[in-house]
């Protein structure tokens, strides 16, 4: 019965049973049990006391348990924000500049420091402190064309217009190169059990004549289709000229025109 009761109930669960031995019950119910004498007789305490229970929902009352590290430590808090924030500053004094912020690390270099702490307080002193795990944003961008505006609008009336036509509008670009072999990858796909797809163990550097592709898409938005043409040297102009080229529009009619965009 004891494992499913709260603390408060236990605790009185074990005061009666002690009370109903007599003198001796609380150190026999200790030992019977493998809990401390001085739990059962703060349930006795609490029996004989007729204290209210706790407000509905908790099991200990407001304020009640063991304190935080941050409330134990004032300095804790200032400490840790002061690791976190200084590379937002640029700060060069930072003991962590050349680490990466984990919880792990954050917690050793505050212990270091004399603010003893685990990891997993670090982690729940950051949030409450609004840090999360965050992605870089791509959000800065360099100084713009005071034109930057009325480009587009040009080119998106150009599209429209040669839409309109029915001629052929591609977008065309380069796709990010990639080493040939047998290289791990992110993601997992379904295979028999026990039997994964081989990779190397390490991956980070193929060396200076590893195979290369470079993928160039050609893109038609009216027809919405798509070609990829793969090359083995350099994303050069020549390339870009051959993909568009090559890639060809067989279901659509002749043309003399057609309007691309990168």
């Known amino acids: 019965m004891l494992p499913h009761l709260n603390e408060r109930q236990r605790r009185l669960a074990l005061a009666t049973e002690a009370r109903s031995l007599g003198h001796g019950g609380v150190r026999a119910v200790a030992r019977a049990v493998g809990v401390s004498e001085t739990t059962v007789r703060r349930g006795v305490f609490e029996w004989e006391a007729g204290e209210q229970p706790a407000p509905t929902g908790r099991v200990r009352r407001p304020g009640g348990g063991r304190k935080g590290a941050d409330a134990l430590n004032p300095q804790l808090v200032p400490a840790l924000l002061a690791l976190v924030e200084p590379d937002e500053r640029g700060d060069p004094a930072s003991p962590l500049r050349w680490t990466t912020k984990s919880l ?3 917690a050793e270099e505050l212990t270091r420091q004399g603010h003893p702490v685990s990891a997993p307080t670090v982690g729940r002193l950051l949030r409450d402190n609004g840090f999360s795990l965050q ?3 791509k959000t800065l961008e360099g100084e713009q064309h005071p034109d930057r505006d009325v480009q587009f609008r040009y ?3 150009q599209v429209k217009a040669h ?7 591609i977008s065309v670009d380069s796709k990010k190169k990639e080493k040939l072999g047998q290289l791990p990858t992110p993601g997992r ?3 028999p059990h026990g039997d994964p797809v081989r990779v190397v163990d390490h991956s980070f550097f193929t060396g200076p004549n590893a195979d290369r592709v470079i993928p160039y898409g050609v893109y038609d938005l009216t027809t919405d289709a798509g070609w990829v043409n793969v090359g083995v040297d350099h994303d050069t102009a020549a390339f870009a000229v051959a993909s568009i080229r090559r890639c060809g529009r ?11 965009g990168c």
Request: proline share 13%.
């Open 163 to 169: 839409q309109d036509a029915g001629e052929p509008v």
């Open 155 to 157: 080119i998106n009336e």
């Open 250 to 260: 067989p279901a659509a009619p002749p043309t003399t025109r057609t309007r691309a």
């Open 189 to 191: 796909e379904w295979r």
């Open 135 to 137: 992605a870089n944003a």
């Open 104 to 106: 792990r690390h954050l």
